[in-house]
């Protein structure tokens, strides 16, 4: 998934959460979608609950995102270390 993030042009994303508070609640899914190989679009689900998104933000910050709702879903990422 790092390296379909890597090789889109443009990232969509979208969170849920357990809450609607980012100081207090979590991140509880990440949606990713990102370019193929075949010139469509995938959509990757990571559970925050089960792996670390560290590598997934990372890359997300070198790429040009798309966020549903961002004014809610940038506080969140903030507390997950996003920049």
Request: aromatic content about 8%; some cysteine.
């Amino acid at each position: 998934m790092v390296t379909a993030i890597g090789e889109s042009r443009v990232v969509g994303l979208d969170l849920e959460t357990t809450g609607l508070d980012p100081r207090t609640d979590r991140v509880r899914l990440i949606a990713i979608d990102c370019d193929t190989n075949a010139g469509g679009r995938f959509t990757y689900v990571v559970d925050a609950f089960a792996v670390d998104p560290g590598p997934v933000l990372t890359v997300l910050a070198d790429a040009e995102v798309v966020i549903h709702n961002a004014a809610f879903d940038l506080g969140f990422l903030g507390r997950l270390g996003f920049i």
